[in-house]
């Protein structure tokens, strides 16, 4: 890797922030920290990071939700990858990808809590190959996509 990719971590958890933050910079990432969703927002503005991992169930009342939601309807911002991380499944017995919501939450990819960091590492990649596919994809195509999907 020539450059070291920039990742903006969003969580209320500490702990979990500085884990996965030694985690990244020891795999060459540079990495700035939030622990609430504002400032998570103001941070990502600021730095336009390549990546965002994401929580998304913060005890704050601008959750990873709202952060998400306002990401992708930034023009300036709704390209940068996002991969939702949350523990629901198992302190809620949800499943996200049983129960997704594409209107309001849209991340590129979904990881549970604990995170597997090797997948983790294998789905950063995925994701930003994804996102620049997204980026350079004609914007009449993607306004014609966006007319089937209302019509399906």
């Known amino acids: 890797m020539d450059k070291s990719l920039e990742v ?7 702990d979990f922030l ?26 990502i503005k600021k730095e336009r990071p390549d990546l965002i991992l994401l929580d998304i169930m913060m005890e704050t009342l601008f959750s990873g939700f709202e952060v998400c939601n306002q990401v992708r309807t930034d023009d300036d ?4 990858p996002i991969i939702g991380i949350s523990a629901m499944c198992d302190e809620l017995d949800i499943n996200y990808s ?11 990819s979904f990881l549970d809590k604990p995170i597997d960091k090797q997948r983790l590492l294998q789905m950063i990649p995925e994701v930003i190959q994804k996102s620049q596919k997204r980026k350079r994809s004609p914007k009449w195509k993607k306004e ?8 399906a």
């Not at 129960?99 to 991340?107: A, K, S, T």
């Not at 014609?144 to 019509?151: F, P």
């Open 144 to 151: 014609m996509e966006k007319d089937w999907a209302q019509k």
């Open 18 to 43: 500085f884990t996965m933050e030694t985690f990244l910079q020891r795999n060459v990432f540079e990495v700035h920290t939030a622990e609430d969703g504002q400032t998570g927002i103001d941070l």
């Open 77 to 80: 911002l709704k390209n940068i």
């Open 98 to 108: 049983q129960w997704p919501d594409y209107e309001y939450f849209r991340p590129d």
């Open 8 to 14: 903006v971590m969003v969580d209320d958890n500490t």
